[in-house]
């Protein structure tokens, strides 16, 4: 085991598992009761921070290469370097210029700059909303028991762990009790596996198939252990997985629509780009020029600003929320978080408070009792497992003579809780009787298939079937009030098991009931009214009974359509759950697995869903929905598997952020519709344009510098706000919408454009310069068609950008819906510049030119026109397919 102490190397896992404790206590220098802090930071420094790091210098040149070599980039720079061939290297020496290449490669520089920045923006936005979540895990050092960030975990550390805890390192046991990890996240293997402290003696053909290892990445399911770390961050087996990159994730519906939406903005361009430039090549003779016309057509025509736009969206959007208390741990979670329409959500803690209190502890009279009390006291006080508040509230609850008599007893082993048993139980030594006593409390209806005896008046007496009904009968009382109701039984022991099992606990005496109450929340009412009146459909998933949900449920406004127990669930197939799932609202008494099989189904069913859930029990269906939700005092693992963390576990902030969601995706298909049905648009009118004019209708700089002036104007619509009645209902990516917005909305666009060719070509051109075009000098026919791509140059924009603020609503734009400040002043800006560039040198030397005043009458008509038609087509739109954005 020396190697442990070499940085680079990775732990000799069968060694670990094959030595005693006490070697490997002697190997690591420690003593039971853990790292000296001197000796903390040796192991800091030796191993780093327990944090999966990758290599900082790749990342960072992968992410400068990322911002400037794109598609995009790439046909610049080729078209750069033509023109600078030509305009410089084979142009005389007193005719070379440098410009039309250096505009070329300043807009290289400054998009791979601007993308750059947005992309380090993002990465330490969404590193700030990871610092908001805080893991944390127990360990055992020589100053004491202490709670730690899961990244200041050293090799040497002793680590406790129990239910809900994620392995925050790889481990070799050296406690354990009823331990079950779940290895998932490692192997696949969706069945936890049993796990101890013995030392190895078998060879394996994996490490995870040593009993006494642990590994990060995987999280406790039941029992409890100690254990002392052997490898931290990208040491660990889990770390050399996630380094590997060979990890991939399950594509979201937010990643195919962003795909498919790619696929066909690319399938249109190579479409509509070969067939211009075939026609150009054919029509004009210059194949060259052919060439760098189609590969301009294309870059101006793709979306490049695409991925830069959704991310801004996303970061903003996580950003806000963030300051709301909901936390994004996944950016693409929110869109998905956006389009819920059925929200899953357990009852306590959401549509309550989760403060228990102790109302009642009865006997099974329904008398007052303190034996009921002082054994459900003993259990609850002495129990490790589980970190349960109705433990807590009997604690509380408990008189000073009953929390005296726990001094009487010592533990000796207990039988941890979990979803399926329903129940835990404990075994105490009675010091001063020297007898011992298993002590279990549960659900009710579990606890009386256990117990076989009741105490009554100080005496044992059999459990008849009508003691059965009248305690049935005080528990349906009671949950009908909405309160929780368990129950606590012991049985005697003469002799300690050598092993405690949940064979033990069997022939119990049933001792009593407790009942709890957990008040519903002040808010829940009205956030269950929001959200039903923002299309989301809530169903409640719960592990109680059906009495004490329905109670709260109506309690909270919520109308019950329906009750279906997580018994029924296991007796139907998947295709016979379908419909009941969507025709009934309320689940009951529901294993993890009944709940990841309603999600399941749900989804089958085209639902969008999201499931808020805080226990370990819940995380099966976290990582079944859409959008797995949780709250920032949850256990580790479930906090891990969410992709929203919420601060605290309200409706009210889940509803805000829901509705932020939908407005950063609203956002994000603004530019998408608006610039597909642009492009549509542009590649039409350049398809009519190069059969019909005898020169280009826009040199390829020309098309570059309309494009990423439009592409400029673009990057506010982050800041654009969205219509109040767009976020009223959620909304799905429909990529056929694209293709139909595109089809309606592209050649309205291009009967301005043609227009223009026409006025230009046929009027204001031939006023200006003196003539039509083939009976002009060659000097005037370069001035003509240096006109004629400064009239068009100007109404591409005008159009492009004006179109912007009619079609991102459904409403009259500027009057019954105006955009935000942001996006006004830009567009503004844009439009400025665009005009004046024909106007200045450097309009010149991109073969611009100054245009008329009559020409510019004629514009605000168009443009007037435009906006006038494309509000009328909209209509239409709307009412043809019942949607617009």
């Not at 054919?282 to 991310?311: H, N, Q, R, Y």
């Not at 994000?668 to 398809?687: C, E, H, Q, R, W």
């Amino acid at each position: 085991m020396k190697n442990v102490g070499k940085t680079n190397l990775k732990p000799n896992y069968e060694k670990f598992a094959k030595a005693s404790i006490r070697e490997l206590f002697k190997d690591f220098n420690i003593t039971t009761t853990g790292l000296r802090q001197t000796q903390v930071q040796k192991m800091r420094n030796k191993f780093g921070p327990n944090k999966l790091t990758d290599n900082a210098k790749k990342s960072i040149i992968r992410t400068i290469l990322g911002a400037y070599i794109t598609p995009f980039t790439i046909v610049l720079i080729c078209i750069g370097l033509v023109s600078f061939i030509t305009d410089v290297v084979l142009a005389p020496p007193g005719e070379r210029n440098y410009l039309g290449s250096g505009i070329i490669f300043g807009m290289v520089i400054i998009s791979g700059t601007m993308t750059l920045i947005q992309s380090l923006r993002s990465t330490k936005a969404v590193e700030q909303l990871k610092t908001m979540i805080k893991s944390v895990t127990t360990v055992k050092r020589a100053n004491g028991i202490q709670k730690i960030p899961v990244d200041h975990v050293v090799c040497g550390d002793i680590v406790q762990l129990s239910v809900g805890d994620m392995v925050p390192a790889d481990i070799r046991l050296i406690k354990s009790k009823d331990l079950l990890v779940s290895e998932a996240s490692l192997t696949g293997e969706s069945y936890p596996v049993e796990k101890n402290h013995l030392q190895s003696k078998k060879t394996v053909k994996s490490e995870t198939d040593y009993e006494n290892l642990i590994f990060m990445g995987s999280y406790v399911t039941n029992g409890r252990a100690e254990g002392l770390v052997i490898a931290t961050g990208n040491q660990t087996l889990f770390g050399g997985i996630a380094h590997s990159a060979s990890i991939t994730s399950t594509e979201t519906n937010f990643d195919l629509g962003i795909r498919k939406t790619s696929y066909l903005f690319i399938k249109f361009t190579v479409i509509m780009t070969t067939i211009i430039f075939l026609i150009n090549g054919l029509t004009k003779g210059d194949w060259l020029e052919a060439l760098l016309f189609g590969l301009s057509v294309a870059v101006g025509l793709t979306p490049e600003m695409l991925p830069m736009i959704v991310t801004t969206n996303l970061v903003k959007g996580a950003t806000k929320m963030a300051k709301g208390g909901t936390i994004i741990k996944n950016l693409k979670a929110i869109q998905n978080l956006g389009a819920i329409d059925v929200l899953c959500t357990d009852k306590t803690g959401t549509l309550t408070q989760n403060q228990f209190s102790l109302n009642h502890y009865l006997n099974w009279k329904g008398t007052t009792d303190e034996e009921t009390l002082k054994w459900a006291y003993l259990n609850s006080r002495y129990q490790t497992g589980f970190n349960n508040p109705l433990d807590q509230a009997v604690i509380d609850a408990a008189k000073p003579e009953v929390k005296a008599q726990a001094a009487n007893y010592q533990k000796v082993d207990e039988i941890p809780f979990d979803f399926e048993r329903r129940r835990m139980t404990v075994i105490l030594k009675d010091q001063s009787q020297r007898h011992y006593e298993l002590i279990t409390k549960g659900a009710v209806e579990e606890m009386l298939e256990i117990t076989n005896t009741v105490y009554s008046a100080g005496s044992l007496i059999p459990l008849t079937i009508e003691i059965k009904h009248e305690i049935l009968r005080q528990v349906s009382q009671l949950n009908q009030a909405g309160l929780r109701v368990v129950a606590v039984a012991h049985k005697r022991l003469a002799t300690a098991p050598n092993t405690c099992s949940v064979e033990d606990e069997t022939n119990l005496s049933f001792i009593g009931i407790l009942s709890f109450l957990d008040f519903p929340k002040p808010t829940a009412k009205q956030a269950l009214s929001a959200l039903k009146s923002k299309g989301i459909t809530i169903k409640v998933l719960t592990g109680d009974n059906a009495i004490v949900t329905k109670a709260i449920c109506q309690q909270v406004g919520l109308r019950v359509t329906g009750i279906v127990s997580g018994e029924n669930i296991d007796h139907l197939t998947d295709q016979e759950l379908g419909p009941v799932v969507t025709q009934n609202n309320v689940f009951i008494k529901l294993t993890p697995q009944n709940k990841r099989r309603i999600i399941k189904a749900l989804r089958k069913n085209k639902h969008t869903v999201g499931f808020l859930g805080d226990g370990i029990n819940d995380v099966p269906a976290i990582k079944a929905a859409d959008v797995g939700i949780s709250v920032n005092s949850a256990v580790d693992v479930v906090k891990e598997t969410a992709d929203v963390i919420l601060t605290e576990s309200d409706l009210v902030i889940l509803k805000h952020g829901i509705l932020i969601g939908r407005e950063v995706f609203g956002n994000i298909m603004k530019y998408i519709k608006a610039t597909a049905s642009s492009n549509f648009g542009n590649m039409f009118s350049v398809l009519i344009a190069s059969i019909f004019l005898p020169f280009l209708p826009m040199l390829p700089l020309q098309i570059l510098l309309l494009n990423f002036i439009y592409d400029l104007s673009c990057m506010s619509i982050p800041w654009d706000t969205m219509d109040k009645d767009y976020l009223e209902r959620h909304k799905k990516w429909q990529v056929n919408s694209i293709s139909k917005f595109m089809v309606w909305f592209g050649p309205t666009s291009s009967i301005f454009d043609i227009t223009t060719y026409l006025l230009m070509f046929f009027v204001i051109c031939p006023a200006i310069v003196g003539g039509d075009f083939i009976h002009l000098t060659h000097p005037n026919q370069m001035y003509f068609i240096a006109l004629f791509q400064s009239g068009w140059f100007i109404e591409s924009l005008w159009s492009q950008t004006m179109v912007l603020h009619a079609l991102r609503t459904d409403k009259i734009p500027f009057i019954q819906s105006s955009a935000s400040a942001v996006l006004t002043i830009i567009t503004s800006l844009s439009i400025v510049i665009g005009t004046v560039i024909p106007f200045t040198p450097i309009g010149k030397s991109l073969g611009l030119t100054a245009v008329p005043g009559s020409y510019w009458i004629w514009l605000v008509v168009t443009i007037f026109s435009y906006l006038a038609l494309a509000t009328i087509v909209k209509s239409t739109y709307i009412r043809r397919y019942k949607g617009f954005i």
